[in-house]
């Protein structure tokens, strides 16, 4: 292990290895190089600027990473009560975990559902990639199903447009087609967390089921639950390009 005053041919900045490896990143690397989670050659390593050779053992909270010359991109069909973090401590079943094994790259989800959500997520074992896609300033389109008990009132979604303050935080809707009295699709961009839910919850409407069915230009079509579907790496880039300006459109909404 080296520093960087002093590189070694043949060595590459660790963070740079984490981010290779389709952990995180660069700068997420960073913190979890600072943090003590990350181990080379059986030393726990907390200096970011540190370097490696791609044959050093590096662990992660003790699982071994490789650095992955091959990336996969793929869109899943999380089913309900499942979660999209990579470990639980309370041992139920990851989104990650259920096609992990088919797979020698170690897979990210770009984006997370809640525990109740069904739906859309993309998972794949570019950790740069995942973050790009992730991050708020991405602005991807996100649409979800919205399927209630009691009936959703047009105020309420026209409301949302204009932005609403739940116990504290702005959400604002992007679009919205109404369904049916009680279903709804909605379009975001950021998507904060539990940010349906907690609109909904706020006009004491209950969410029978909320499916995500696209992320930008990828849909969920007919993905049956539990199975995922493989695109090309130009298929995700393409959800970090703006959207083309279309001409006026007369909506519901």
């Not at 490789?66 to 089913?79: E, G, Q």
């Amino acid at each position: 292990m080296n520093s960087t005053r002093d590189p070694e041919p043949g060595t590459i900045r660790l963070q740079v290895y984490l981010s290779r490896s389709g952990v995180s990143s660069r700068r997420e690397a960073v913190n979890l190089i600072e943090s003590g989670r990350i181990e080379v050659n059986g030393v726990v390593v907390s200096e970011a600027g540190a370097r490696v050779r791609e044959t050093d053992e590096v662990l992660l909270d003790g699982e071994r990473l490789r650095v992955t010359k091959t990336h996969v991109y793929l869109a899943f069909n999380k089913p309900e009560g499942v979660i999209c973090t990579h470990k639980d401590p309370q041992g139920r079943q990851t989104a990650v975990s259920m096609i992990q094994p088919l797979f020698s790259q170690r897979l990210v989800s770009a984006g997370r559902l809640d525990l109740k959500s069904n739906g859309l997520l993309l998972i794949t074992s570019d950790g740069r990639m995942a973050d790009r896609i992730s991050h708020p300033s991405s602005a991807i389109e996100k649409e979800y199903t919205v399927e209630t008990q009691q009936e959703i009132p047009k105020e309420m979604l026209d409301k949302w447009k204009k932005g609403i303050v739940v116990e504290g935080v702005k959400y604002k809707l992007e679009k919205y087609y109404l369904k049916a009295p009680r279903q709804v699709n909605l379009i975001l961009h950021e998507g904060k967390n539990r940010e349906i839910r907690n609109v909904f919850a706020e006009y004491r409407i209950t969410v029978r089921r909320l499916t995500r069915i696209r992320i930008g230009n990828i849909h969920l079509m007919d993905l049956p639950a539990g199975a995922f579907r493989k695109y090309q790496v130009s298929d995700f880039e393409a959800l970090l390009k703006p959207a083309p300006k279309a001409g006026p459109k007369k909506m519901g909404a």
